[in-house]
């Protein structure tokens, strides 16, 4: 199946490691030209490196979501050297664990800037070139949190859902331009992020990090941890021109983890 992504650009926040490399790597091998973003250079180095090898089209911009006027500056620079971004992957960063009664109101503020409003600024500075072309796919990895909310993520879990109600906002105002905004749910994708909840679970439950993540696996009808590459196919899908007409969802890649309907 032909994607569509030929002369398409592509910008992949957090994509040094884990889910947003798997993404950004996704979609150069389907013909994208992918800039990867995110605050460790060497990593993203290493990453790009390893696109090009493979025959991908890829860059790297440093770009630290916490860190708002060199934040707005990265941008900046990319409108002004007339890149236009068709695909757009918001992934940002979680807070560290912990219920959600104990959470500051400093630190509330602090986390909604990075893990929200960062994204909201990144969208906003780049949605007048996809409007001026009337075509763009915008794609969020929330957490599965926003629809079955995790014990001890408590910021996790309250945050990523201010961000599946902008983007189902955003969804229906840019619909008739050509542009499209889904938010997608990883459930347990083995990265270096869940086996770090894993470790911190272990430590709180004084058993082993093996222990909690057979129990984990046991919640999953399918049984084990996802693999990044089958998150970041059903992404490349969602940020193709063949999904022109899925718009405003939430999409589940969870092996069937999640009860809720």
């Given amino acids: 199946m032909d ?33 990867l973003a995110g605050r460790d250079e060497a990593r993203l180095a290493a990453a790009v490196e390893g696109i090009v090898a493979h025959g991908g089209k890829a860059r790297a911009l ?22 236009v971004v068709d695909i757009l992957v918001n992934n940002g960063g979680g807070p560290p664990p912990g219920p959600v009664s104990a959470v500051a109101a400093a630190a509330w503020s602090t986390a ?10 990144v969208t906003a ?33 309250a945050l990523r859902a201010s961000v599946v109600g902008w983007a189902k906002t955003l969804a229906g105002e840019v619909a008739g331009e050509g542009i499209t905004v889904n938010s997608v749910v990883p459930g347990r994708i083995h990265t270096d992020r869940v086996d770090e909840l894993d470790a911190a679970a272990a ?22 941890y996802g693999d990044p590459q089958e998150f970041a196919d059903v992404v490349a899908f969602l940020a193709s021109g063949r999904a022109s007409y899925v718009t405003g969802s939430l999409v589940r890649v969870d092996g069937g983890m999640i009860r809720g309907i």
Avoid at 3 to 23: M, Q
Avoid at 65 to 77: M, N, S, T
Avoid at 112 to 117: D, L, R, S, V, Y
Avoid at 212 to 224: K, Q
């Fill in 203 to 224: 430590a709180r439950a004084s058993k082993t990090v093996d222990e909690i993540a057979a129990a984990s696996r046991a919640t999953i009808p399918m049984g084990r």
């Fill in 3 to 35: 994607l569509g992504f030929n002369d398409r650009t592509a910008l992949v926040l957090g994509a040094s490691r884990g889910l947003g490399l798997a993404i950004a790597r996704t979609l150069a091998a389907e013909g994208a030209s992918v800039i």
């Fill in 125 to 157: 500075r780049l949605l007048p070139g996809m409007r001026a072309q009337r075509y763009g796919r915008i794609v969020n990895i929330v957490s599965s949190g926003v629809v079955q909310p995790i014990p001890n993520l408590g910021m996790s879990n």
């Fill in 112 to 121: 909604f800037e990075t893990m929200a409003n960062a994204l909201f600024t």
């Fill in 62 to 83: 440093r770009l630290d979501l916490a860190d708002r006027p060199a934040l707005e500056a990265a941008l900046d620079g990319l409108v002004a050297e007339g890149t």
